[in-house]
């Protein structure tokens, strides 16, 4: 058996012709989108992330402007920056990449962001209004997997989903959305004792560590839905993920590749947050 692949570039595509439609009414009532993205530091993934956000957005109609700042900028000044932008009625998302230079303090920047701005949906704010059922934002790579799971048609209803990785920006998140599809959740870790005792009775596992071929095929129950998460380099320094794809395909019913899975998905997922957040803004 051969998986069929969960294809997040066709599905980011569609998702941002919708935010393009929608973007597009909200200019016709005089609204404009807008994101800001801070940049601080020359770290080369970040740079390369925080250009593709600015190119999706920009294919969408968004606003988006990329500030760029120094590593040896200080925290006093980017909360500072971060504060002005909460004030600015034209700016309606504020995402600050990570990760940041070792002198701040990652908390403290993100809970500074505006909870009506968080369109990186990392402030305890958004995490405990969406608890509550009240509007908030998702994180966008877990908001993006859910996005491909309703994709593929799959019902989460007394499923069993095991997420490996427990980190507050992917794993906890992504299992209270799994949980308020009323699937049953095991979150794991790459320290879990036994951990294919977890993963081979799970109907969805998702791989969050970031530790390339942590999961293989011998750990994954036949028809399973396996998402990869991870973003990692081979030995040939190609891009590739947790899961090792060759072997897990042959027994997996539905799979992610990577590249071209969850990441575009999370950008896509940023794009939907930063107009939500300007429709809210609009009324």
């Known amino acids: 058996m051969t998986a069929n692949l969960i294809d997040g570039n066709a599905l980011a595509r569609k998702i941002r012709a919708e935010v393009a439609g929608r973007t597009a009414a909200l200019k016709a009532k005089g609204v404009q989108p807008a994101l800001a993205i801070i940049l601080v530091g020359e770290d080369p993934a970040s740079q390369v992330y925080t250009k593709h956000k600015v190119n999706d957005s920009t294919e969408t109609g968004l606003d988006a402007t990329l500030e760029r700042y120094p590593a040896d900028m200080s925290e006093a000044q980017l909360l500072a920056r971060i504060k002005t932008l909460n004030d600015d009625p034209a700016v309606h998302g504020i995402l600050v990449q990570l990760p940041l230079p070792k002198h701040m303090d990652a908390h403290k920047v993100i809970e500074t962001i505006s909870p009506a701005k968080d369109v990186d949906g990392f402030h305890v704010a958004s995490a405990g209004a969406l608890m509550v059922g009240q509007p908030g934002f998702w994180p966008c790579t877990p908001y993006g997997c859910m996005k491909m799971l309703e994709n593929i048609g799959y019902d989460l209803r007394g499923k069993h989903a095991v997420v490996?990785?427990?980190?507050?920006?992917?794993?906890?998140?992504?299992?209270?959305?799994?949980?308020?599809?009323?699937?049953?959740v095991t979150?794991?870790?790459?320290?879990?004792?036994?951990?294919k005792a977890h993963t081979l009775q799970a109907d969805v596992i998702v791989a969050a560590?970031?530790?390339?071929?942590?999961?293989?095929?011998?750990?994954?129950?036949?028809g399973a839905v396996v998402i990869d998460v991870g973003m990692n380099r081979n030995d040939e320094g190609k891009l590739c993920g947790?899961?090792?794809?060759?072997?897990?395909?042959?027994?997996?019913g539905w799979i992610t590749?990577?590249?071209?899975?969850?990441?575009?998905?999370t950008r896509a997922m940023l794009l939907v947050n930063t107009l939500e957040a300007a429709e809210r803004a609009a009324g």
């Open 257 to 265: 590749p990577v590249p071209g899975g969850v990441g575009p998905m």
């Open 187 to 195: 979150i794991c870790h790459s320290a879990t004792k036994d951990l």
């Open 242 to 252: 947790d899961v090792d794809f060759a072997g897990v395909n042959e027994v997996a």
């Open 164 to 184: 490996i990785g427990r980190s507050n920006i992917v794993g906890k998140p992504m299992a209270m959305m799994l949980l308020q599809k009323n699937a049953t």
């Open 209 to 222: 560590v970031g530790k390339r071929n942590m999961l293989t095929a011998d750990m994954v129950k036949p």
